[in-house]
């Protein structure tokens, strides 16, 4: 691990004020994924903003939805949100362990690094990491690795659990910048690789994310999360989705459909969602949304299982919904 220059600001405006400037400086709150990439020298940065002192956590509740802080940690245990939300509540309890889950915080879960071996480990080439180096991952093991929205300079996939429960409730990232305040929907956070893969998400230099705000939607008291992964716990997604219907008189009129796991954003299956509205949520409407939720799957050999997977995970999701 590098030296580095190690700040713990009073106020948000002396967070932003500490990294102005600073192109090499970096936000750190809970830790769980920037200590590692410290320790294996994949993230370098010369000055480290401590936020953890900073008034950014707990909940805030309006006829509108609710406010949730950035530092607000993802073991957030609050029956009220679990009654609205279920399906961020599941998403979160799916991550991690209950150790990792008590320290990472809202804000860091969003902007946590993707999950893919060559970006981890700095003797492989990696577009990310090192923008025009190449991806290893390209000719290498992609096993784990994205189906959706990948491109020639990377294929890897965001990891965030609750990122994707997030843009399955229409939700909003709220930050803070020394030019004002921006609200960006979470959907819009992360970036496709495209030719720069190293241009990770929307933020701007020195903006630092304060809150998250999901709205009061009527799909989203009745949502599920189903996750797919290698073994029970500790275990990142190969596929997931989180799912949200709303019904009139039997009628589906609304629905959201997000997958994890398997493109380097949270990743929307339009599809499917038109395979739903308008429909009873009967098995054969189930079958049709699972079905469409592959559109535009461009799989390699080695991670063709994840196709199947996606259609598993939300036909899953579905018929719990349809129970209900």
């Known amino acids: 691990m590098d030296t580095f220059d ?18 090499d400086a970096a936000f ?22 401590d936020i953890n002192g900073l008034p950014l956590d707990g909940l805030r509740w309006s006829r509108d939805g609710v406010r949730i802080g950035a530092l607000c940690r993802n073991a957030v245990d609050d029956p009220r949100l679990a009654a609205a939300y279920p399906v961020l509540v599941r998403a979160l309890r799916s991550g991690a362990s ?5 320290r990472a915080t ?28 190449g991806c290893a991952a390209a000719g290498g093991d992609g096993r784990l690795l994205g189906i959706f929205g990948t491109s020639a300079a990377c294929v890897a996939v965001h990891p965030s659990d609750c990122a994707v429960a997030l ?7 709220v930050v803070e910048g020394t030019r004002g305040t921006r609200r960006i929907p979470v959907g819009d956070l992360h970036r496709l690789p495209g030719d720069t893969p190293h241009e990770e998400h929307a ?18 008291a009745r949502s599920t999360y189903v996750k797919f992964r290698e073994r029970a716990s ?26 994890g796991g398997v493109a380097p954003k949270p990743w929307r299956a339009h599809a499917a969602e038109r395979a739903l509205r308008g429909e009873r949520l009967d ?42």
Do not use: M, W
């Not at 809202?106 to 180096?133: I, S």
């Open 98 to 102: 209950p150790q990792i889950r008590n």
């Open 167 to 173: 843009v399955a409730l229409d939700a909003t990232v």
């Open 234 to 259: 500790y275990a990142f997604a190969l596929a997931s989705a989180a799912v949200a219907v709303h019904s009139e008189h039997g009628v589906v009129r609304d629905a959201r459909i997000c997958l």
């Open 203 to 220: 933020l701007r230099p020195g903006e630092l994310v304060v809150a998250v705000e999901v709205p009061a939607r009527p799909f989203a």
């Open 283 to 324: 098995a054969a409407t189930v079958e049709a949304a699972a079905e469409a939720a592959t559109a535009g799957a461009r799989p390699r050999p080695d991670n063709a299982y994840k196709v199947e997977l996606v259609r598993g995970v939300v036909r899953r999701a579905l018929t719990e919904l349809g129970e209900k």
């Open 106 to 133: 809202f804000g860091g879960n969003l902007l946590q690094g993707v999950r893919c071996p060559y970006f981890r480990l700095p003797e492989f080439a990696c577009n990310r990491r090192d923008p025009g180096a």
């Open 28 to 49: 750190v709150a809970g830790g769980t994924d920037l200590v590692t990439l410290l320790r294996d020298r994949v993230r370098t940065p010369g000055r480290l903003v």
């Open 6 to 23: 190690y700040r713990r600001p009073a106020s948000v405006r002396e967070a932003l004020r500490l990294v102005a400037g600073h192109p």
